[in-house]
């Protein structure tokens, strides 16, 4: 069974950093690609992080460029997502999410796409 694992949530302060984690069991990172969302109480999913298909390179949203980094470590099937200088609006419960590469169309976060989710893990910036 595929699954995505995700740990690094937390409370912080604003300002301060995370890192979260997503673990891949079952089915190895090499031939998919890794999407981060985030839902915020009352708000739809949004994306934050996302390949590009057309150019490989990785979509931000626009709250979140220059603050936050997708990365993947393949040889142990993990995608990380650094957040840096955490805002109270970054506040949600975020989401990993994997897509065969061969079926990535869009060059933004589309969730549509995604077939494996983890199970969320809370993030809170609050003084």
């Known amino acids: 069974q595929a699954l995505l694992v995700e740990s690094g949530g937390g409370l912080v302060q604003p300002g301060e950093s995370l890192k979260l984690s997503c673990e891949a069991s079952g089915f190895t990172l090499d031939y998919y690609a890794i999407g981060w969302f985030r839902q915020a109480p009352g708000k739809e999913r949004e994306g934050v992080a996302c390949i590009r298909s057309s150019s490989g390179s990785t979509y931000y949203t626009d709250s979140v460029k220059g603050r936050f980094t997708s990365s993947r470590d393949t040889f142990n099937d993990t995608a990380y997502l650094q957040m840096n200088s955490l805002k109270p609006e970054d506040t949600a419960v975020y989401y990993c999410?994997?897509?065969?590469?061969?079926?990535?169309?869009?060059?933004?976060?589309?969730?549509?796409?995604?077939?494996?989710w983890g199970q969320g893990t809370q993030v809170t910036v609050s003084s």
């Open positions: 999410a994997a897509v065969a590469l061969a079926l990535l169309r869009a060059d933004v976060c589309d969730e549509d796409e995604y077939e494996v």
